[in-house]
């Protein structure tokens, strides 16, 4: 996950976020000012396995976010991240997972 809530390529506020049909989009992603080609959802959230790797204290207020905020993925892409029949993983190093309730 990066430090703005995106995965995959899947960047706040681009239409591949909310794509419900396309398995792949090519976009221009103008905060790193370049072409990305992301898988979408659609086939990221068919996958038998999907995990997640966050690390770093400087992504702890977005995994808060992302994990324990109110659901908005245009903004926070990875929230649309949520496998239909399979297993979603979180991996997280202690200073990423610093501001997470329940923590131990």
Known sequence: MGD??????????LAAVTETVRWVMAQYVEVVGM???????????AARQVAF???GAQKADML????EGPYHPVVLPSQVIK?????????????AAAKLRGKS
Do not use: K, Q, Y
Not at 35 to 45: D, E, H, L, P
Not at 64 to 67: A, C, G, I, P, S
């Open 83 to 95: 496998p239909t029949s399979g297993e979603l993983h979180w991996l997280l190093d202690a200073p």
């Open 64 to 67: 808060h976010r992302v994990l």
């Open 53 to 55: 790797l966050v690390s």
């Open 4 to 13: 703005n809530g995106h995965t995959a390529s899947l960047f706040p506020g």
């Open 35 to 45: 072409w990305r080609v992301t898988m979408t959802a659609v086939i990221i959230n």
